[in-house]
């Protein structure tokens, strides 16, 4: 059941992670997630900028990502906006491993991740590889959630629901 988001679409990449047990894999482009499934293709708008509560106030995308990259912290009441506008949080792992302040950014992942368990906030944890040697295997990904606070119950849920949009 397990998905991962990359950050190029390869082939190889790609294939490798159907290998290692992910059913579905999404790749980004210019802030859209694409599902790379030729029997069921779907896109998913990724917001990554400088005016994260603006976008989750309105609802202006389907799942906002890198805001422990650029410092953004979420509270209670956005973290109910979000929900209510059927948001998403993408938690990258390649953000935390290309971090200049390492602490810091594992500060804000831990803090955004138990607030969205907490409100049970869809967030989907993943690799962002940009090839084969940055892959993580599902158990690497569900880890890298426990870590963080967010539980194996609400990720394969926010999994569902991902995979539902389509």
């Given at each position: 059941?397990?998905?991962?988001?990359?950050?190029?679409?390869?082939?190889?990449?790609?294939?490798?992670?159907?290998?290692?047990?992910?059913?579905?894999?999404?790749?980004?482009?210019?802030?859209?997630?694409?599902?790379?499934?030729?029997?069921?293709?779907?896109?998913?708008?990724?917001?990554?900028?400088?005016?994260?509560?603006?976008?989750?106030?309105?609802?202006?995308?389907?799942?906002?990502?890198?805001?422990?990259?650029?410092?953004?912290?979420?509270?209670?009441?956005?973290?109910?906006?979000?929900?209510?506008?059927?948001?998403?949080?993408?938690?990258?792992?390649?953000?935390?491993?290309?971090?200049?302040?390492?602490?810091?950014?594992?500060?804000?992942?831990?803090?955004?991740?138990?607030?969205c368990n907490e409100y049970s906030v869809p967030c989907i944890y993943v690799s962002y590889a940009k090839d084969?040697?940055?892959?993580?295997?599902?158990?690497?990904?569900?880890?890298?959630?426990?870590?963080?606070?967010?539980?194996?119950?609400?990720?394969?849920?926010?999994?569902?629901?991902?995979?539902?949009?389509?």
């Open positions: 059941m397990a998905l991962d988001l990359i950050a190029v679409e390869s082939k190889e990449v790609t294939d490798r992670l159907h290998g290692l047990g992910f059913r579905d894999v999404f790749a980004e482009k210019d802030g859209v997630l694409s599902r790379l499934d030729d029997e069921n293709p779907f896109e998913i708008n990724a917001y990554s900028g400088d005016d994260y509560e603006f976008v989750i106030q309105k609802g202006k995308a389907d799942a906002v990502a890198d805001m422990e990259k650029k410092g953004f912290l979420l509270n209670k009441g956005l973290c109910h906006k979000m929900k209510e506008n059927r948001m998403f949080v993408i938690f990258k792992f390649s953000n935390l491993i290309e971090s200049e302040n390492f602490f810091k950014t594992y500060k804000n992942l831990l803090i955004n991740g138990k607030l084969i040697y940055e892959i993580k295997s599902p158990a690497q990904l569900v880890a890298f959630a426990g870590e963080f606070g967010y539980n194996y119950k609400n990720l394969s849920e926010s999994w569902d629901k991902l995979l539902q949009r389509g």
